[in-house]
């Protein structure tokens, strides 16, 4: 088992950052691979990010340039740094680690970019 908490939504105006940071429950360094993906209102959920056991990082073509992804070993947590924030980022964003045959997603996290 597995549990992921993620935090650090909240409001901001475009332009602005927030970072968001998901931790686990067990050691990272076990897991194949960590995301963070969003879900808009009426729109499907894609994959924002994610970073591979080995370090490899990929991004949405919608965030390169602006997030980025990066973990702490020590601390079993994931960050997401985002920058440059849109409207069109306005979303909740979610944890995402796939661990012995088991998808395991956080509770969920709001973004809301304001104009």
């Known amino acids: 088992q597995v549990q992921l908490v993620e935090s650090g939504g909240g409001l901001v105006q475009a332009g602005g950052s927030l970072r968001l940071s998901c931790t686990a429950s067990?050691?990272?360094?076990?897991?194949?691979?960590m995301g963070w993906y969003r879900q808009a209102p009426g729109k499907q959920r894609e994959l924002v990010a994610s970073?591979?056991?080995?370090?490899?990082?990929n991004y949405a073509n919608s965030v390169k340039g602006r997030f980025t992804i990066s973990r702490v070993l020590a601390e079993n947590t994931v960050h997401l740094q985002m920058n440059s924030l849109k409207p069109e980022d306005t979303a909740v964003y979610s944890c995402?680690?796939?661990?012995?045959?088991?998808?395991?997603w956080g509770q969920g996290t709001q973004v809301t970019v304001s104009s």
């Open positions: 995402n680690t796939y661990w012995r045959a088991t998808d395991y």
């Open positions: 067990r050691s990272i360094s076990s897991f194949p691979h």
């Open positions: 970073i591979t056991s080995g370090g490899i990082t």
